[in-house]
């Protein structure tokens, strides 16, 4: 790998750390995250061209997990929420894939 390459890389490394790990997952699932925080901070926007989403990030051991709804979410009571005017994730290839079931550890 020549040096011009190896600097790109080490940027690129850079500014996923700068930003984080975001997790998309389905609405059912980030109720669940939701349920096991006692005072989640939930950051909220509504977006949509033709039809109104409602979406939701949340951040839980270390990451932020991201849903987008087509109804709105029913938060825990003891939720504060920050709403603003949108949420802005960066490319989709930086999202780790739907939630799945973890595949055994070898």
């Not at 997790?23 to 977006?47: Q, R, S, T, W």
């Not at 033709?50 to 938060?75: C, H, R, W």
């Amino acid at each position: 790998m020549g040096a011009e390459a190896a600097a790109i890389m080490a940027m690129i490394a850079n500014a996923i750390k700068a930003s984080g790990t975001v997790v998309k997952i389905e609405p059912d699932e980030f109720v669940k995250i939701l349920n096991k925080i006692d005072a989640p901070l939930v950051i909220y926007a509504e977006g949509g061209m033709i039809s109104t989403n409602y979406q939701y990030m949340v951040s839980y051991k270390g990451f932020a997990f991201y849903t987008k709804a087509d109804e709105p979410i029913e938060l825990t009571k003891n939720a504060e929420v920050v709403v603003t005017d949108k949420i802005w994730i960066r490319d989709k290839a930086h999202f780790i894939s739907q939630s799945r079931r973890p595949s055994r550890c070898r």
